[in-house]
């Protein structure tokens, strides 16, 4: 088992900057890999980022290449988003999650745990 809780949303103005946190419980976390997710008013919760159970691979969509960047501490059982450049496009609840398999995953239904979520608003 895995539990998962996220912080680190908040309002920010175009351009700005925000890191989000996710800390993790449970033995698994530093076998599994982890990913980001976000889900905006009305839309489909869609994959943001992902990495692998060492850090030594990621992954991210197109639209947050470049800007944003997934990071993770198995020692301190974290996994980061890293977040700038920030857009109004980029408003959404910021979701936490963890695969059983070790790799990346960019689907929902590959991921075994969830948080609960965190909002970003980018304000223009």
């Known amino acids: 088992q895995v539990q998962l809780v996220e912080s680190g949303g908040g309002l920010v103005q175009a351009g700005g900057s925000l890191r989000l946190s996710c800390a993790a419980s449970g033995r698994t976390f530093s076998s599994s890999a982890m990913g980001w997710f976000r889900q905006a008013p009305g839309k489909e919760r869609d994959f943001v980022a992902a990495?692998?159970?060492?850090?030594?691979?990621?992954y991210y969509t197109d639209s947050v290449k470049g800007r944003f960047t997934i990071s993770r501490d198995n020692a301190k059982n974290t996994v980061y988003l890293q977040m700038n450049s920030l857009k109004p496009e980029d408003t959404a609840v910021y979701y936490c999650?963890?695969?059983?398999?070790?790799?990346?995953?960019?689907?929902?239904?590959?991921?075994?745990?969830w948080g609960q979520g965190t909002q970003v608003t980018v304000s223009s």
């Open positions: 990495i692998t159970w060492n850090g030594g691979s990621t």
């Open positions: 999650a963890a695969s059983i398999s070790p790799f990346i995953r960019r689907v929902n239904n590959d991921y075994n745990y």
